[in-house]
């Protein structure tokens, strides 16, 4: 029977829950995000939960501070070796000190990582159950990338930590599809990501970023906001924007985001070879309130990437209500008959097509579309409600494992 919300209300009372997480720091983009905002939200509704990446401390305690979290509720190890291949070897040993009645369940967020060495060691460790949480990484093109890697993680420790998770938590009923493919045979639960209320930015921090970016005062804005990363297809958003570029020249599109090994050259060299560096601008990392600049300021927001889970970006696009365009490698997992932008394949000709009318969409009926997106977000994606979803699979969880050792 598909598990699309937990339903039951049972107790996390006595509960710790271990919330794992490579990294929250703002470059960790949505799964971070989803760790420390998913942990906030728990600890909001007064369950006993902790957090751990692999982070330093400083800027982990910075990223808590933002989020609402407890510093006191991070934990973290004492850290070895680069930040690409950082351990922690004591930090299943302070996890384990954390005062708890006995029943423990142990979260993890992302694949293929120290992390999910570390949350097999715990599971182990407690005897208690584990949720994966894997924010996309078993959809069929992110499988395909750096398969070698991936083989020998495997190997090592996830196909393991797969078998014996007590849940898989998939973000939408097409990522549990690809759970399913992938060969796991267990519970799937689909519990969406949540988002924040949006910063509001005023008329003159607005301006201030556009000077800041050389982008006219009249300029339309199409705002790209995601890792540069082959996964992301930036070359088709390019592509399409320089053909139509030449029927609706008021347009810029604003691509911010951090470089994943090295991407960002190819894509600076596709915008040389397309004669469209006037139009484009190339940002980095945003957070803070640029990166509410940059959302207030956009008119459109647009994602073309080859396959996603539930990207945060796009959630909080919604949440500044801003229409989008974005490829169909994944679904939003809510049906609403409201329209709230352009959902198309990831095919050159279907997608310029569609940023064509895009681009000849009146400012008004973007607008309209754009608060379309705010009041869907805010029905279905408040941290608030995931948290009271996590906490039901959690109890569910802890009442199964009782009733199996009982």
């Known amino acids: 029977m598909p598990e699309n919300a937990v339903g039951n209300r049972l107790s996390l009372d006595g509960a710790t829950v271990i919330e794992l997480v490579s990294s929250i720091a703002p470059e960790s983009f949505g799964l971070g995000y989803a760790a420390l905002n998913l942990a906030a939200a728990l600890e909001r509704a007064g369950v006993n939960v902790y957090l751990a990446s692999v982070d330093e401390a400083k800027v982990a305690y910075e ?196 470089d994943e090994r090295g991407h960002i050259h190819e894509v600076r060299a596709l915008i040389h070879e397309l004669g469209i560096e006037n139009s484009v601008r190339l940002i980095g990392q945003v957070a803070g309130r640029e990166k509410a600049c940059a959302f207030t300021a956009a008119s459109v927001f647009v994602l073309p990437s080859h396959s996603e889970g539930l990207p945060i970006a796009v959630l909080e696009a919604m949440e500044y209500a801003k229409p989008l365009l974005l490829t169909d490698g994944w679904t939003l997992p809510v049906t609403t008959p409201t329209r709230f932008g352009w959902r198309v394949s990831g095919e050159e000709c279907s997608f310029e097509n569609a940023l064509f009318e895009v681009m000849n969409t009146s400012d008004d009926c973007l607008k309209e579309m754009g608060l379309n997106a705010r009041s869907v977000v805010r029905e279905h994606f408040g941290w608030d409600g995931v948290a009271m979803q996590a906490s039901s699979l959690y109890a569910s969880l802890l009442e199964g494992s009782r009733a199996s050792n009982g």
Not at 201 to 208: K, P
């Open 63 to 258: 990223a808590c501070e933002e989020a609402g979290f407890p510093r006191e509720r991070f934990i973290c190890g004492s850290l070895i070796g680069p930040s690409r291949l950082r351990l922690t070897p004591f930090l299943v040993s302070r996890l384990s000190r954390i005062p708890n009645h006995g029943r423990r369940i142990v979260h993890t967020h992302g694949l293929w990582t120290y992390v999910s060495y570390l949350a097999a060691a715990l599971r182990k460790h407690f005897q208690c159950p584990l949720v994966v949480s894997p924010h996309g990484s078993l959809e069929p093109y992110a499988l395909s990338l750096s398969p070698h890697k991936k083989a020998i993680a495997s190997l090592l420790y996830e196909r393991r930590n797969l078998l014996t998770a007590s849940c898989l938590w998939a973000l939408s009923e097409q990522e549990k599809a690809s759970i399913l493919a992938y060969g796991f045979a267990g519970r799937v639960a689909v519990i969406p990501n949540g988002v924040n209320r949006s910063v509001l930015c005023s008329a003159a921090e607005v301006v201030e970023f556009r000077t800041k970016y050389n982008v006219a005062p009249a300029s339309r804005l199409l705002l790209f906001l995601a890792r540069i990363a082959p996964k992301k297809n930036l070359p088709l958003l390019l592509k399409a924007f320089a053909k139509n570029l030449k029927l609706q020249p008021e347009w810029v599109l604003l691509i911010a985001g951090s």
